[in-house]
């Protein structure tokens, strides 16, 4: 089983960037990025096909975050922009046996997850 480990969270101002990584120990098939916020669910953030040609998004990121992902390097990367309060929480990334990823995506290995805090 793969094991994931996410970097590049830290705290930010609003309307600040900020790019979060997830290396994984081997080959994945798909991925994603969930987060979850103090006292709220874990939400799903963005999803990447196998290939990295198909993603999908939740409504409250489209236009602001961008995933991708290297396979030669077994990385996933989530680029966030105009980063809102809202958007604080532990990010986590996960990897699925599944080769295109939606948010109802059963996935099976999960990361330890890093923190973002958008705050003035």
């Known amino acids: 089983q793969v094991h994931l480990v996410e970097s590049g969270g830290g705290l930010v101002q609003p309307g600040d960037s900020l790019r979060l990584s997830c290396a994984a120990s081997?080959?994945?098939?798909?991925m994603g990025w969930f987060r979850q916020a103090p006292g709220k669910e874990r939400e799903f953030v963005a999803g990447?096909?196998?290939?990295?040609?198909?993603?999908n998004y939740a409504d409250f990121v489209k236009g602001r975050f961008t995933i991708s992902k290297d396979n030669a390097k077994n990385m996933l990367y989530l680029q966030m922009n105009s980063l809102k309060p809202e958007d604080t929480a532990v990010y986590s990334c996960?990897?699925?046996?599944?080769?295109?990823?939606?948010?109802?995506?059963?996935?099976?290995?999960w990361g330890q997850g890093t923190q973002v805090t958008v705050s003035s």
């Open positions: 996960a990897a699925t046996r599944s080769v295109v990823v939606g948010p109802k995506t059963i996935f099976q290995t």
């Open positions: 081997g080959p994945t098939f798909g």
């Open positions: 990447i096909s196998s290939s990295g040609r198909a993603t």
